[in-house]
């Protein structure tokens, strides 16, 4: 089995070396590995391997890779921002083999066409990517067969659970307010109403990661001898020779999993590509570690330049989330609450084989535009923005909006009821961050600024503003509503008639007059503001610091992912996506692994296969 925590030493040089093992990486060493087993490939993953770690595999315990403690994902802080309260904001990212697949909250979203098609890259437009959508996953959900697959490595299903009294609760409360079901919003044409969501899971309950799906069984079939993966070290930099051909790499223990100084560096040299793949937060960190970048920026941290590519960790995006939290009636067999306040032991349930192990909790979501009274009310300014980049645009969503059924925040500090949370998260926020090395070392900070909330006339926030308003409605027509958590709302002014309530008994009764819609007066408006700007965080969909955009236009890579100004380099993640994607960003990031593994391939003259990876 060729996956190790030490390389061994007789392993000095391979063909082509992946530097991060995340999602994409994955991708690219599984079918590069599947098809031609001759080809020598080294994996090396900064963090442990993610093989029936409990965290990874199930489903449920998802959100123990949210603790600050954990070894599964890498903390990025930021710098503090005055506009965000002088908040300093940790920007969480996969560190672990799989990457971000190992430990989202693996919610099965497709970009919309436009958002392809914005790219403006010849071979990356929504119809020229349709193929790898459909090659990467075994699809189980509903909707029109020939806009999905049936054969690939990753299973899209509901997997063993799903709460069809809130679903259904739910959806009616949407239709009220105008917003539709709709069966399948995954078609990349579909926008503006709620799904029952699906999920990378399988339908026996097992994350769909690429470490599991792609890698794993190439490692365990006694086929691939080639195929190497180095986990728990981190790649310092890459390596050129004198023509500017990258050449290998420079790699260090983790210190996080090996108690090894940094200073222990060691090289392994690639015959033919080095393939970057560490994600909106670190490849740019590698490319200029490796003298890729902006001079300016190399100079200050001391880094000689190999190539002056300014764009590097330029154009760092993220969707802006904003998450509230409700008070219900709902019973313990229809949240994670009984789990999350650990009334119902982790033990209990994977001795009993409980079918809410294979739930991630999120049964409903959506891609959301508001009306024109909506678009009004937000100012002439939001407007005006709308009308340019929205209005002639119908496939884009303004929001995405996700029902979690179960508290999210620190459940101790609420009664034990049962509880569901809002996700708010807009879909192309204007304000744009970026993210740079100060020095050459591993352990020299980052001057990264996630940048929300920069944008000129305030459009981000006022969508934000808009979202909580809206989603607070549909909740107000649920059977199941019982009043919000005031900590996880506005602080409203004294007298608000927008205050938040606790309830006995639902508004919505099918004998009563329809249920009003709230009053908010300039200082609720403003109230609200201030929540987002105390609370907003990042959705964990980091991208853009690598971007695929000419070089004038601050790109980092060409149309083949070829790193501008050297050779031997490409970079193969999210990092690459020149404009955000109405969507939980995990499917782009599948995409971009599978469209960039068949890049590779046929440049080395390689032919990949399509369905699962089998020994």
């Avoid at 909506?374 to 709308?386: I, T």
């Avoid at 403003?526 to 955009?549: D, N, P, Y």
Wanted: charged share 20%; proline share 6%; glycine share 8%.
């Amino acid at each position: 089995m060729g996956l190790y925590d030490k390389l061994p030493e007789d392993l000095i040089e391979v063909d082509v070396i992946i530097a991060g093992g995340g999602t994409a990486g994955c991708i690219v060493a599984g079918r590069l590995a599947a098809a031609e087993p001759t080809l020598s490939i080294l994996v090396i993953e900064g963090g442990t391997n993610n093989q029936d770690f409990p965290s990874v595999v199930v489903p449920l315990f998802f959100a123990n890779n949210l603790n600050p403690q954990t070894k599964s994902a890498i903390f990025y802080p930021s710098n503090k921002a005055r506009q965000l309260a002088d908040r300093e904001l940790i920007v969480p990212s996969g560190g672990i083999l799989g990457g971000g697949s190992s430990i989202n909250f693996m919610m099965y979203t497709r970009a919309q066409r436009s958002d392809y098609d914005s790219w403006k890259t010849p071979g990356w437009s929504a119809n020229e990517l349709w193929p790898y959508l459909k090659k990467l996953e075994t699809y189980h959900g509903p909707g029109d067969a020939t806009h999905h697959g049936f054969d690939g490595p990753v299973h899209i299903s509901g997997g063993t659970l799903r709460v069809k009294s809130i679903e259904d609760d739910f959806l009616r409360a949407a239709h009220t307010v105008g917003y539709p079901e709709i069966h399948d919003l995954q078609n990349l044409d579909s926008n503006n109403g709620f799904q029952r969501w699906l999920r990378y899971v399988s339908p026996n309950g097992e994350r769909q990661d690429t470490a599991h799906t792609y890698v794993h069984p190439l490692l365990e079939d006694g086929q691939h001898p080639n195929l190497h993966v180095l986990v728990e070290h981190q790649v310092v930099r890459v390596l050129f020779d004198d023509e500017q051909r990258a050449c290998g790499v420079e790699f260090s223990p983790n210190p996080t999993h090996q108690a090894v100084a940094e200073d222990k560096k060691q090289t392994v040299r690639a015959r033919k590509l080095v393939v970057v793949s560490c994600g909106g937060c670190g490849s740019a960190s590698v490319l200029e570690r490796s003298g890729v970048g902006n001079p300016a920026v190399l100079e200050k941290a001391g880094v000689p330049v190999i190539a002056a590519v300014p764009g590097v960790g330029h154009d760092y995006q993220d969707h802006n989330l904003s998450i509230n939290t409700y008070r219900t009636s709902l019973t313990p067999e229809d949240t994670a609450d009984a789990y999350l306040s650990q009334r119902l032991p982790a033990e209990e349930m994977v001795e009993k084989q409980h079918p809410m192990l294979g739930w991630n909790g999120i049964d409903i979501s959506s891609k959301l535009r508001p009306t024109d009274a909506a678009v009004a009310a937000l100012g002439p300014e939001f407007k005006a923005a709308w009308d340019k980049d929205y209005r002639p645009k119908p496939n884009r969503p303004l929001m995405l909006t996700a029902l979690k059924a179960g508290y999210f925040g620190d459940i101790t500090l609420v009664p034990p009821i049962q509880y569901v949370a809002i996700a708010n998260y807009s879909a192309y926020p204007y304000s744009r961050g970026h993210i740079h090395i100060t020095g050459p070392s591993l352990s020299d900070r980052l001057d990264f600024d996630v940048g929300f909330f920069t944008d000129r006339g305030d459009f981000d926030i006022k969508m934000l503003i808009w979202a909580y308003k809206n989603a607070r409605e549909i909740l107000r027509r649920t059977t199941f509503y019982r009043g919000e958590v005031a900590q996880g709302h506005p602080r409203f002014p004294e007298g608000s008639k927008a205050a938040c309530a606790q309830l006995d008994e639902s508004l919505f009764q099918a004998d009563r007059a329809e249920v009003q819609d709230l009053e908010y007066t300039a200082e609720d408006d403003q109230a609200i503001e201030q929540f987002m700007r105390e609370t907003v965080e990042t959705t964990w969909h980091s991208l853009g610091t690598c971007k695929m955009a000419p070089r004038a236009e601050m790109g980092v890579v060409d149309k083949d992912l070829n790193v501008y100004g050297v050779r031997g380099l490409k970079v193969v993640d999210l990092s690459i996506a020149p404009e955000n994607v109405g969507a939980n960003t995990n499917n782009t990031a599948l995409v971009i692994g599978e469209k960039g593994a068949d890049i590779i391939a046929k440049e080395l003259g390689i032919v990949l296969s399509s369905g699962p990876l089998k020994g």
